[in-house]
């Protein structure tokens, strides 16, 4: 009996041995905040795309593919899930965005992690013999490993550039001049290169494109030479975009708008700048590096005779972000606004973090060697859900409707056939981080897609087919489509326990998964010993509009490997901190200003240098290291000279500067 036993044991573990031996392997290459139009074979004209262009030609490139969320969290979860961001209540980016005072609802109560009980496509693929990996943005707040991942390289990055982030000294080593796309990409030829021999699912969540908007400095450079050799672009660079949920902005009120943007006008008008052309250097380097990753994964997978047997599957967790979730500002260089502002997703209206077209509509190519027909474009609607059920079919593994339940399996369209989906549906029940839009929801049938606004109740419809830049709204000229899409969205809220925002009142509070804007006072002993730590720690100079909300600046004994330091910290995103003197430069000998400065592991600010009110110097610091800086001020001997030095924020929180010196020296 027990022969009998061990030999049917022995046949069934060959059986699947041999099943495992003939899957084919998976690459999902998921991009963060890659708008639709960001790709060359997507219509744009100003990043290349070699790679992923070649994709296309040899894949089936989808017109009306959706992100679940125009945030990354929830969009993400969904991929591996198979369900709706309502129906888990993962419904926004983990940890969220803080409420602020000035709006009327308190956020919905949300998860901040992926659910334990829900079972990954990761571990599904584990469970049929797949080694499995995660490399980038998982942004779940779990390590990967504990939802099915073998292996997972992930975390935030502060900057492109090593060093990136604390957490990547032991698992991305890298040195000075590496860049992180690179890296990360390197991480993942290695693991394909020692699973070769078994199937693999290569998650691979790369950070890019998202900020830091900090591109390969080489890349940057052929971009620079790129955008001088372009005729100029017409129209304007930014247009102001109205939340269609807030008040009514007269002529008149926007023009007033347009020349000066700041808090007020950002949260009183509900208004806020939209990049509208695609011209960032910086981020066409970032695009570009991120084409070169695929590039070389594929060419690994040809090395190793393994592209035929590999489905490949490229798009993003969201659209472009065109809107920035900083304030426009009438002063800011250039390269500010390269950083704070992505790209345009033209002709799709919005960005991420608003239910417009520009916000939810990606990029998705999918490769599927002997199967997919090369250079096809199918018009199948396709969301975030359907990954799932689709892999599991491609591979031939057992569906398991109970878990994806909200995917579709679009197979079907992958082999050239007819594919209705269905309805999409969209939930965000909070506030955005890009442009304060209201919480809201929105549904995509046919051609149709309807958007409630949660605050008012307001709707808008337009006809995808004939107005993709949803600018002509039909929900009083069409009120029967109106009705019906608007049923089927409350119907569907209902189905999967949507929760929703609700109204603040006097003895309201805050759901417990809510963060809570505070804003900061300084401390008295700060406004009171800050300009006499100046005083001791520089003799002569003084200090003006300083605070922040991360730290308290003052003299530190020890910082970064020395000792006796000075830190400061910008007002506000807008107001920088500012050091100052005034000196008479003496005759007869070579005078110079010299200072060194640091950054915080967690942030990184931008130094102005002026001398008589003119700047020499606007310089981002932000590598954790000591750097060193010399103003030569012989040229103005026997005159009095004014000096500033400013701590500025790009972005906030951490945009603290240390100093480890300011010096004036005569010789």
Same mark, same amino acid.
């Given at each position: 009996? #027990?022969?009998?036993?061990?030999?049917?044991?022995?046949?069934?573990?060959?059986?699947?041995?041999?099943?495992?031996?003939?899957?084919?392997?998976?690459?999902?290459?998921?991009?963060?905040?890659?708008?639709?139009?960001?790709?060359?074979?997507?219509?744009?004209?100003?990043?290349?795309?070699?790679?992923?262009?070649?994709?296309?030609?040899?894949?089936?490139?989808?017109?009306?593919?959706? /992100?679940?969320?125009?945030?990354?969290?929830?969009?993400? !979860?969904?991929?591996?899930?198979?369900?709706?961001?309502?129906?888990?209540?993962?419904?926004?980016?983990?940890?969220?965005?803080?409420?602020?005072?000035?709006?009327?609802?308190?956020?919905?109560?949300?998860?901040?992690?992926?659910?334990?009980?829900?079972?990954?496509?990761? &571990?599904?693929?584990?469970?049929?013999?797949? !080694?499995?990996?995660?490399?980038?943005?998982?942004?779940?707040?779990?390590?990967?490993?504990?939802?099915?991942?073998?292996?997972?390289?992930?975390?935030?990055?502060?900057?492109?550039?090593?060093?990136?982030?604390?957490?990547?000294?032991?698992?991305?080593? /890298?040195?000075?001049?590496?860049?992180?796309?690179?890296?990360?990409?390197?991480?993942?030829?290695?693991?394909?290169?020692?699973?070769?021999?078994?199937?693999?699912?290569?998650?691979?969540?790369?950070?890019?494109?998202?900020?830091?908007?900090?591109?390969?400095?080489?890349?940057?450079?052929?971009?620079?030479?790129?955008?001088?050799?372009?005729?100029?672009?017409?129209?304007?660079?930014?247009?102001?975009?109205?939340?269609?949920?807030?008040?009514?902005?007269?002529?008149?009120?926007?023009?007033?708008?347009?020349? #000066?943007?700041?808090? &007020?006008?950002?949260?009183?008008?509900?208004?806020?700048?939209?990049?509208?052309?695609?011209?960032?250097?910086?981020?066409?380097?970032?695009? &570009?590096?991120?084409?070169?990753?695929?590039?070389?994964?594929?060419?690994?997978?040809?090395?190793?005779?393994?592209?035929?047997?590999?489905?490949?599957?490229?798009? !993003?967790?969201?659209?472009?972000? /065109?809107?920035?979730?900083?304030?426009?500002?009438?002063?800011?260089?250039? !390269?500010?606004?390269?950083?704070?502002?992505?790209?345009?997703?033209?002709?799709?209206?919005?960005?991420?973090?608003?239910?417009?077209?520009?916000?939810? $509509?990606?990029?998705?190519?999918?490769?599927?060697?002997?199967?997919?027909?090369?250079?096809?474009?199918?018009?199948?609607?396709?969301?975030?859900?359907?990954?799932?059920?689709?892999?599991?079919?491609?591979?031939?593994?057992?569906?398991?409707?109970?878990?994806?339940?909200?995917?579709?399996?679009?197979?079907?369209?992958?082999?050239?056939?007819?594919?209705?989906?269905?309805?999409?549906?969209?939930?965000?029940?909070?506030?955005?981080?890009?442009?304060?839009?209201?919480?809201?929801?929105?549904?995509?049938?046919?051609?149709?897609?309807?958007?409630?606004?949660?605050?008012?109740?307001?709707?808008?419809?337009?006809?995808?087919?004939?107005?993709?830049?949803?600018? #002509?709204?039909?929900?009083?000229?069409?009120?029967?489509?109106?009705?019906?899409?608007?049923?089927?969205?409350?119907?569907?809220?209902?189905?999967?326990?949507?929760?929703?925002?609700?109204?603040?009142?006097?003895?309201?509070?805050?759901?417990?998964?809510?963060?809570?804007?505070?804003?900061?006072?300084?401390?008295?002993?700060?406004?009171?010993?800050?300009?006499?730590?100046?005083?001791?720690?520089?003799?002569?100079?003084?200090?003006?509009?300083?605070?922040?909300?991360?730290?308290?600046?003052?003299?530190?004994?020890?910082?970064?490997?020395?000792?006796?330091?000075?830190?400061?910290?910008?007002?506000?995103?807008?107001?920088?901190?500012?050091?100052?003197?005034?000196?008479?430069?003496?005759?007869?000998?070579?005078?110079?200003?010299?200072?060194?400065?640091?950054?915080?592991?967690?942030?990184?600010?931008?130094?102005?240098? $002026?001398?008589?009110?003119? &700047?020499?110097?606007?310089?981002?610091?932000?590598?954790?290291?000591?750097?060193?800086?010399?103003?030569?001020?012989?040229?103005?001997?026997?005159?009095?000279?004014?000096?500033?030095?400013?701590?500025?924020?790009?972005?906030?929180?951490?945009?603290?500067?240390?100093?480890?010196?300011?010096?004036?020296?005569?010789?």
């Amino acid at each position: 009996m #027990n022969r009998i036993v061990l030999f049917l044991f022995i046949c069934t573990a060959a059986i699947q041995g041999a099943h495992a031996s003939n899957l084919p392997n998976v690459v999902f290459f998921l991009v963060d905040d890659l708008g639709q139009r960001d790709v060359g074979c997507y219509g744009s004209k100003f990043y290349d795309t070699p790679a992923i262009d070649q994709l296309a030609r040899e894949g089936v490139l989808f017109d009306n593919a959706y /992100s679940t969320c125009h945030v990354c969290s929830p969009s993400r !979860a969904s991929i591996l899930t198979g369900k709706y961001p309502a129906r888990t209540d993962l419904t926004e980016w983990l940890g969220g965005r803080p409420e602020r005072d000035f709006e009327e609802f308190h956020s919905a109560p949300k998860l901040m992690a992926l659910p334990d009980e829900e079972i990954t496509l990761a &571990e599904t693929l584990k469970k049929h013999g797949y !080694a499995t990996a995660n490399y980038g943005k998982a942004h779940l707040r779990k390590d990967p490993k504990t939802y099915g991942f073998d292996e997972a390289i992930h975390g935030w990055v502060r900057s492109y550039y090593h060093p990136f982030s604390p957490q990547y000294s032991k698992s991305l080593p /890298s040195k000075e001049g590496d860049y992180y796309t690179d890296k990360l990409t390197d991480a993942a030829l290695d693991f394909i290169q020692r699973h070769k021999d078994q199937p693999f699912f290569v998650h691979m969540e790369h950070f890019a494109v998202h900020d830091p908007i900090q591109g390969r400095k080489d890349l940057v450079k052929k971009y620079e030479k790129k955008l001088a050799s372009l005729p100029k672009q017409d129209g304007p660079d930014y247009i102001l975009e109205g939340n269609p949920d807030g008040p009514p902005i007269t002529p008149d009120e926007l023009k007033a708008v347009e020349k #000066n943007q700041g808090v &007020e006008n950002a949260q009183t008008k509900r208004v806020w700048w939209v990049k509208q052309k695609q011209d960032n250097i910086e981020f066409a380097g970032m695009v &570009e590096s991120m084409d070169e990753s695929l590039g070389r994964i594929r060419a690994k997978l040809k090395e190793l005779g393994l592209e035929h047997n590999t489905i490949v599957i490229f798009t !993003a967790d969201n659209g472009g972000m /065109s809107a920035s979730n900083q304030y426009l500002a009438s002063n800011l260089s250039r !390269a500010d606004l390269n950083r704070r502002f992505a790209s345009s997703n033209l002709p799709l209206r919005g960005a991420k973090g608003w239910n417009y077209e520009g916000g939810i $509509r990606v990029p998705l190519i999918v490769h599927w060697p002997g199967t997919t027909k090369p250079n096809t474009t199918s018009q199948a609607m396709v969301t975030g859900t359907d990954f799932y059920p689709t892999l599991l079919e491609m591979l031939g593994i057992p569906a398991m409707p109970k878990q994806h339940i909200d995917g579709k399996s679009f197979v079907s369209a992958l082999k050239g056939r007819r594919h209705d989906r269905g309805a999409i549906y969209w939930h965000f029940p909070h506030y955005s981080n890009h442009g304060y839009q209201s919480p809201g929801g929105a549904i995509r049938l046919g051609n149709y897609k309807l958007l409630e606004y949660y605050e008012n109740g307001t709707v808008q419809l337009f006809d995808l087919e004939n107005d993709i830049g949803e600018r #002509n709204d039909l929900a009083k000229k069409r009120p029967d489509v109106t009705r019906k899409l608007t049923r089927m969205l409350h119907a569907w809220r209902k189905e999967v326990d949507a929760k929703m925002p609700f109204r603040k009142t006097t003895t309201s509070r805050p759901a417990p998964s809510s963060r809570i804007f505070k804003v900061r006072k300084k401390s008295a002993a700060v406004s009171k010993n800050l300009p006499a730590a100046v005083a001791k720690f520089a003799p002569g100079w003084k200090v003006r509009t300083w605070g922040g909300p991360a730290v308290k600046p003052g003299i530190r004994a020890s910082w970064g490997g020395r000792k006796n330091i000075l830190v400061t910290h910008p007002l506000s995103r807008e107001v920088p901190c500012v050091l100052f003197r005034e000196f008479k430069v003496p005759t007869g000998k070579k005078t110079a200003l010299e200072f060194t400065v640091n950054s915080h592991i967690n942030g990184n600010w931008k130094l102005i240098v $002026r001398i008589n009110g003119e &700047e020499v110097l606007a310089k981002d610091i932000e590598e954790t290291r000591w750097q060193e800086f010399r103003f030569d001020l012989s040229e103005h001997a026997g005159r009095m000279v004014s000096l500033e030095l400013e701590n500025q924020a790009t972005g906030w929180s951490h945009e603290t500067g240390f100093w480890s010196r300011i010096e004036v020296i005569s010789e």
